[in-house]
């Protein structure tokens, strides 16, 4: 599977963006899809992650209540929706597929896509 993650830029706080991970492979739909974000200097963090069934998707605490993760098999696309956007949300945006159990650990995401740079001004 090859993903392409998109829909980044540059937005006031307070705004919201919408990114999507487009995904192409015949198995995409089995896969649960992460996203992660890493911002300059910093380690590439957890944000949120998803199942290829839906099952209760997955929020770090700094997210959550902002952020909503969602997805269409058909489509082989997930999306990230982040509203209420902070100063400290800026980073690059990176959406990743694993098949493992545990979803909130980078280490175990097998793909990724190659990145969506949000920008959230003050």
């Known amino acids: 599977v090859q993903l392409q993650a998109s829909g980044g830029g540059l937005v006031q706080a307070g705004g919201f963006l919408k990114l999507s991970c487009a995904a192409s492979?015949?198995?995409?739909?089995?896969?649960?899809v992460g996203w992660f974000r890493q911002a300059p200097g910093k380690e590439r963090e957890f944000v949120a992650a998803?199942?290829?069934?839906?099952?209760?998707?997955y929020y770090a605490d700094s997210v959550k209540g902002r952020f909503t993760i969602s997805r269409d098999n058909a489509k082989s696309t997930v999306y990230l929706l982040l509203n209420s956007l902070k100063p400290e949300d800026t980073a690059v945006y990176y959406c990743?597929?694993?098949?493992?159990?545990?979803?909130?650990?980078?280490?175990?995401?097998?793909?990724w896509g190659q990145g969506t740079q949000v920008t959230v001004s003050s």
């Open positions: 990743a597929v694993t098949r493992a159990d545990i979803v909130t650990s980078y280490v175990v995401y097998d793909v």
């Open positions: 492979g015949r198995t995409f739909s089995s896969y649960t």
């Open positions: 998803i199942r290829w069934n839906w099952d209760s998707p």
